[in-house]
């Protein structure tokens, strides 16, 4: 049978004038929710594109930290930040190299510190390098490990669209529900400008102009009793194996540096690359799960291919090689800047050449005119 | 053939198909109508009719069939 | 552009006003341009195949009906077979990128043409909904169904209709062209149209996207200490459900605002008594259409094999229904699981019936043991539905058990939120269902139905799942 659709009779019950008025009244209150939505968090610095953050950053000292993101802006942002400073001096790798900064370097002002949080999986560091204008490759590049990124089965490349900013429709339509929030107004216009994006506002936190992060009030208080739940939390996010059911090193990792050292052979990048100092705890607890004994094995496999290619690779995962205790770590996974600080020393007295990129003779006064366990005097 | 004829036909090959012997059906009917009447007996009930009348149906011609009415027109054009 | 979206609604706040603010002969027009914005939005480079398929189907429609006037022969059949072939290979291109990729193992890492491929494999939106309409125009102007449409505008507006863009339902062109032709909208209908995007969005946010957080604990790790796979075995048709009517609503809704009515895709489909019911309840605007364009055509092709004829028209059609979802093994399996069920069905309901005459005690059983057989049947078909491999549906139908309640997830907010969202969803169709009444007839005054649309909406901003977002809070 032929299958029929029918079409409703219609009736006017009410005038259209008039039911257009109820609805725009209707309406109103949602659209002004929305509209104070935006006004705020355009106010927090949400809505920021990059160009203009790295504009903004170039003029005045502000820090940015965002929170209501559909997906990471920093990729976007840095990429911008690079564009536009142009460095002789590049850092790359995850979160746990942020703290290096442009004081450390002989020439700050063509240093950037490019490291990005979150930043899972290995073959980002390469696909930054090859996002950037062949023009504007950095002269040297110094690459802070992640041994997680070696774990069998952990994915190499990071998603399409990584390196994409969301638009600012999207990054309204993800954070609107959250931009109704008092507090979070009463801050905003009682700061001063210098933080740019919701979390920067609250932990006066966040990313500097030279592109290292500026660890704020959250780390006055380091539980004692949170490191273990921490500690717990790491472990079992930096090893998945259980799920994947192997052990060891993954040989695509392997390959994939392989592919970054031959790529800034080729664009004549000289890249160091060094595994930073384990938080003591973390390397105590490290050291005794086997899972993770393919971490001591990175430098045996990593250090040939490094020297094949002339570039440089370096160990300091065990704490006591650069001399870190715990009171130096802003959580049990990120290291402060004075941490930051002993890891350069120590790689400055394995390789002298060190000190043609960063000022080591100052790092003795650095340390010595620190202001607190964690943080430096400026 | 004549139209009573028609009919009285094609009303014992409806209650043939649907397993109905008191089934009634006027020229408005549709399939919505009669229980057991869905797109996989359709065709049973096209078959059917197709043997009892010896005609030939098209595919374009089922398709279009909205009503009783329609098919019992359909099967006067066939049947001259 | 997502139908729940800040987006979205800022496209019908600037929409809706304009269309009724502009001449009521234009409003064709303006439906036309107002969905090519909407397409174009959503993806500009796609729009110029929609726009090309829709003159080429336009075009071949006024050939079809020319060679009707031929005198001599069929003149018409040649051209109606050649334009619906070229449409589904059209289709079929499309749908093929992506499975392409995966067969040949590459990545959108990979170099040269091989990673362009995997970048570019997407579908173009609303493909499979706008070339079945397409289809299905031609068809129906060859069987004389409809004649050939004269005005470009409308049969363009009825293809690229942005309501029905993005999920259908899948509206034959005799029904919409008729409507588009006399406008006439009326308050009533908007005000319809309105209530039943509330309810789309409620059931989306609320009920459907917070189930999918259980869904896709268990599916990732089947049986693996955690969530229950049973009980995701038994929410997921009803997530499903959850998501596609709202989907539908949404569309539904919308077009009402402009005074169009769309076909319905669900009616009550799990109160189904056997699974060939249960198909016409299911999204019945595609299962109508590959009954009327496919299942007919072959059954009356086959009508002479008998019940060999029927099987193979009925495996058939459900295995392209498995394959316009998505070209893959899963969902090959679904269709052909389907195809058995109606198969089964088919062969046995004679018989059936006969015994529930006889048997009326029997008979009064089976009207909610009906029910929950059919339930599990499409309960096991949609696993393949869910899975992303044959792997991984094997992996959760291996290991259908409830474990500990503690892991089953359903402490989880979003879980709760959802379940809550449900049984309010159930219990306001069962309050309506014994009073056999509708939305409209309940008179209550304005402000106590103000006050209820604001507190959905409130639920649904404050309940409703938002997705992750990047909420990196390690520092």
């Excluded at chain 1, 938080?279 to 094949?308: G, I, S």
């Amino acid at each position: 049978m032929a299958t029929t659709q029918k079409a409703l009779s219609t009736s006017n019950s009410e005038s259209p004038l008039r039911l257009a008025a109820r609805c725009g009244l209707f309406f109103a209150p949602l659209a002004a929710l929305l509209g104070f939505a935006a006004v705020t968090l355009y106010v927090a610095g949400e809505l920021m594109p990059p160009r203009d953050l790295v504009s903004r950053q170039a003029v005045s000292p502000a820090i940015y930290y965002p929170i209501y993101q559909p997906k990471s802006p920093y990729p976007s942002y840095k990429i911008e930040a690079v564009t536009q400073r142009r460095p002789e001096v590049l850092i790359l790798g995850d979160s746990r190299g942020f703290s290096i900064r442009s004081e450390f370097a002989l020439a700050p002002e063509k240093f950037y510190n490019a490291t990005l949080i979150g930043a899972n999986e290995i073959g980002t560091v390469r696909a930054f390098l090859e996002h950037l204008p062949q023009r504007q490759l950095p002269r040297q590049a110094i690459l802070v490990i992640d041994p997680w990124w070696f774990r069998q089965g952990a994915k190499i490349h990071p998603v399409d669209d990584y390196f994409d900013p969301a638009s600012r429709m999207e990054v309204f339509n993800f954070a609107w529900r959250n931009g109704i929030y008092w507090g979070l107004l009463h801050s905003l216009f009682s700061q001063p400008a210098e933080y740019i994006g919701v979390n920067a506002t609250l932990q006066h936190a966040g990313f500097r102009a030279d592109g290292s992060f500026r660890a704020g009030l959250r780390w006055l208080a380091l539980d004692p009793n949170s490191q273990s739940l921490a500690l717990k939390g790491e472990m079992d996010k930096v090893d998945q194996w259980s799920r994947s059911g192997h052990a060891g090193m993954s040989a695509d990792a392997v390959d994939e540096i392989r592919r970054l050292l031959s790529f800034c052979k080729t664009h004549h990048v000289r890249l160091i690359a060094y595994l930073t100092a384990l938080h003591p705890t973390l390397y105590q607890a490290a050291r005794q799960d086997r899972r993770l004994d393919y971490f001591w094995d990175l430098k045996r496999v990593l250090n040939p291919l490094f020297q094949e290619n002339g570039a440089r690779f370096f160990e300091f995962q065990d704490p006591s090689v650069a001399n870190c205790g715990a009171p130096e770590y802003l959580d049990i996974l990120h290291e402060s800047e004075v941490c930051t600080v002993r890891v350069l020393r120590a790689m400055a007295q394995r390789d002298p050449s060190v000190a043609e990129i960063f000022k080591v003779q100052k790092f003795e006064a650095l340390l010595d005119h620190r202001a607190s366990d964690w943080q430096l005097g400026f | 053939m004549e139209e009573q004829q028609l009919r009285t036909k094609m009303l014992e090959t409806f209650r043939d198909v649907f397993g109905n012997p008191d089934l009634l059906v006027q020229d408005s009917t549709t399939a919505d109508d009669v229980e057991g009447w869905d797109s996989l007996t359709h065709i049973d009930l096209i078959v059917a009719l197709e043997r009892a009348f010896r005609i030939k149906f098209t595919t374009g011609e089922v398709g279009k069939l909205a009503n009783v009415g329609d098919l019992v027109s359909l099967i006067k054009s066939k049947t001259g | 552009m997502n139908f729940l979206s800040v987006q979205f609604a800022l496209f019908l706040a600037i929409v809706v006003p304009g269309y009724y603010l502009c001449a009521s002969r234009r409003r064709p027009l303006f439906l036309l341009l107002a969905s090519y914005a909407f397409y174009i939005l959503s993806s500009p480079l796609a729009a110029i195949g929609i726009f090309l398929a829709t003159a080429f189907t336009f075009w071949m429609g006024a050939v079809i009906e020319a060679g009707q006037n031929e005198p001599a022969g069929n003149a018409s059949r040649a051209p109606m077979l050649a334009a619906v072939t070229l449409l589904v290979l059209y289709l079929s291109f499309f749908k093929t990128l992506a499975p392409l990729a995966r067969a040949l193992n590459v990545d959108s890492a990979s170099e040269g043409w091989a990673g362009v491929l995997a970048r570019n494999a997407l579908l173009p939106l609303g493909i499979s909904y706008y070339t079945f309409k397409l289809i299905s125009y031609l068809v129906d102007v060859y069987w004389k169904k409809i004649p050939a449409e004269r005005s470009f505008i409308a049969f363009a507006a009825y293809a690229a209709f942005f309501p029905q863009i993005v999920a259908g339902p899948i509206q034959r062109s005799g029904d919409f062209l008729e409507q588009v032709h006399k406008l006439s909208p009326s308050t009533e209908m908007f005000r319809s149209g309105l209530r039943r995007m509330l309810i789309g969005c409620f059931k989306k946010a609320v009920v459907a996207d917070n189930l999918g957080r259980l869904m896709d604990a268990a599916y990732a790790a089947p049986g693996a200490a955690h969530p229950s796979t049973l009980l995701a075995f038994y929410l997921f048709p009803l997530q499903l459900y959850a998501d596609f009517s709202a989907l539908t609503d949404i569309a539904v809704g919308t077009a009402r605002l402009f005074g169009i009515q769309s076909p319905e895709n669900f009616y009550e489909p799990f109160l189904a008594t056997s699974i060939s019911q249960y198909w016409r309840r299911w999204h019945m605007s595609l299962t109508t259409w590959l009954t009327d364009y496919v299942f007919l055509p072959l059954r009356m092709a086959t009508r002479s094999a008998g019940n060999w004829g029927l099987a193979f028209s009925l495996m058939t059609n459900m295995i392209l229904i498995g394959l316009w979802h998505s070209l893959s093994w899963t969902f090959f399996v679904f269709g052909v699981l389907h195809g058995f069920f109606l198969i089964v069905d088919a062969l046995t309901s004679k018989r059936r019936s006969k015994f529930f005459k006889t048997h009326t005690g029997w008979d009064r059983a089976a009207t909610w043991v009906g029910p929950v057989f059919t339930f599990h049947l499409v309960a096991l078909a949609m696993v393949f539905v869910r899975a992303a491999s044959l792997g991984q549906a094997w992996d959760v139908l291996s290991r259908l058990r409830l474990l500990r309640i503690e892991d089953t997830g359903i402490g989880e907010n979003e879980t709760l939120y959802a379940l809550a969202g449900l049984t309010l969803w159930f219990l306001a169709w069962v309050s309506l269902k014994l009073k056999q009444r509708t939305w409209s007839t309940f008179t209550v005054p304005a402000w106590g139905r103000w006050a209820f649309y604001y507190a959905v909406i409130a639920v649904i901003v404050k309940y409703g799942h938002n997705a992750e977002g990047f909420i990196y809070f390690k520092f």
